[in-house]
């Protein structure tokens, strides 16, 4: 049997991070095999939160903004609505009684036909194949 070859190998726990610290990227590199940790960026929260606070009031505005235009959208389309009642009474009349009975029949349609889940089918298919064996019985 040949010698063994002996080497020297550290210890694990002589170098290194300690358990509950942050553990760095490693890069590895294939064109000179080389294996380093790249340089880290220091970590600053005030700046972190500054930057997410400005994103915060971008998001407000935005939608403040949108608020405000959809309020402008809404209020005009009252005064429309208000012009054509005032311009065509007998039509505006029709036409709202159309909606009302076209929602009326379709809430009513829903109501009449209740559906049937697949738990239901197969227990009336199963009390149906225990009424047919007890008459044969």
Known sequence: MPPRKRTDTAPLVAKGAKIGEPVPKAI???NTAAVGI???PDYDPRE???ALRKQMEAL???ISDAAQSVKGG???AARQTEATVKLYPVSSLLTAAAVA???AFAIA???SSTPRSRYDRALDEVRDLYDRIRDRL
């Open 109 to 111: 349609g829903l109501r």
């Open 60 to 62: 407000r505005q935005q």
């Open 48 to 50: 972190e939160i500054s």
């Open 28 to 30: 590895v590199d294939t």
């Open 38 to 40: 790249p340089p880290q």
């Open 74 to 76: 809404a209020r005009q």
């Open 101 to 103: 009975g076209a929602f």
